[in-house]
């Protein structure tokens, strides 16, 4: 007889347990090439205690250097990693546990670990490990390959404030203020007042807070009342007033803005350190983009970065003498040679190379030029005139004649200019196409750095120079194709040059050890198959 009833055990569909053993052994689960080894390695052999007050990080933190060797690990192995990913690499990867012995740092954790204890020490910390790589390898560090990148920084959208609109803004606010200055004594001319407002050409805004100070006395005196909202008429005198206090708080921001450009000519409000600059050709939106970044500077022996520097500057001709400042703080000495690209080659940087007896392998601007042959377009180009002798001559064949000498001292050492002048351009048949000059085409000569050009040229066009320029490209650029393509690496995250500098200095000090990894499984391998 069939029924429709059914029957069922009562018992648990899954397991609770496994009889398993998952018990993990560094020693043993680690591979012995394994990347980690290397970070605790170097750790050891920092004196972190010169760095980082451990006195009383039992009060609110955790064990510096466990949060330290987690640090540098995720940057060796991810280029960047940001705190929130740290928070899962110790949840999740087994050499992070294995260093944190199985506690869990939050991100805020690392955060106020990397921005209480490594801001102000990073420097030093990243020098310390540079060091621990010179001794264990073999590096050249009398050649340094130098170059810059532009890297986007953590800007919101439309937030720059250009130094030409602040100025001209300023100006225009001025106009104003002077014709409301001319309003008030109106008034107090019509009230019976014998007051009387200078109209001063200068903005100043001590004068507009003295103005709007007398205001408010002379209305508490009238027992003029400060009146709002809807409904209620605004006196004349308080109309004016109100506007006087504006005017008087834009000049401020204006003169605020001032401040923050310095030498610059423009700043982001979200980012004030950071400059907008012009950053690589965007083949999707066909154009050249406009966006607040940072200079970054690196420079390069054998492969490793030695040095970084942070610079709001769009251009790499002046961060070339603090770059190497830099690099003589660090290390006591200046590199021999300081191979770079034409960004870098001026009058003041070859005379601070000649100053401190570095060797000129720095391209400068026009240096492919002046190799072109001569052509009928470039025949009336400076370099193209230029005789064997040092002499100028035009292509009419007329030599062109020393007239006067000028001082230009706006850089950091003292240029000597000749000024020289063609006395045969009146009914030239190709004047038009020489000079746009009414009169007698004009050019500024300088022997110091013709002669310094020529030492370039030379040093180039050598063997060794041509190597240099090789191993430039192959160092100096392949560090940055390797950071923002490789490792997706090309926005900044923190803001402010110091936030920045933080940022950018744990990045080179994870690509390094990552390099010096590399090089010792390699160097291992080398030696056991020797023994």
Known sequence: MKTNKLYKKDYNSYQPTLPLDFTVSYDVDIPKNDISRTVKSIVERINLAKYIDFSNRNTYGYDAVMMFECVILGKALRGYVSVREYEELCRFDNRF?????????SFMAFERFIKNDLTMSIDDIFIDINKIIEEDLDINAKILYIDGSKFEANANKMT????????????????????????LNRYFSREGIEVYYSLIKEPNIAYML???DRIERYMEANKIEFVHRKGKKKSEIQKLYEELKEYALKISKYIMHFDICGDRNSFSKTDPDATFMKMKYDYYNHTNVFKPGYNIQFGLSDG?????????????????????????QAYGEYPEKTPADAGYGSYDNYMFCKKHEIDLYMKYSGYYKEQEKKTEKNQFKVSQMRQEDGSYVCPQGYKFEFVRETINTKGQYKKVNQILENKHCEGCPLKSKCTKSKGNRKITNNEKL???KKEVRDNLASEVGKEYIKWRQIYSEGVFGILKEDHHY???R???????????TLVAIGFNIRKYHKMMMEKRKKEALIN
């Open 97 to 105: 546990k294995f260093i944190t012995n199985g506690k869990i740092p």
């Open 160 to 183: 720059f404030v250009w130094k030409k609109s602040s100025q001209k803004y300023y100006q225009n606010t001025w106009k104003k203020f002077i014709k409301l200055v001319k309003k």
């Open 210 to 212: 003295e103005i709007a």
């Open 304 to 328: 490793f970065i030695r040095n970084v520097y942070v610079s709001s500057d769009c251009n790499d001709l002046p961060t070339y003498i603090p770059f190497m400042e830099k690099y003589y």
């Open 450 to 452: 013709n002669q310094m």
């Open 490 to 492: 090309s926005k900044l």
């Open 494 to 504: 923190r803001r402010g040059e110091s936030g920045v500098k933080l940022e950018i």
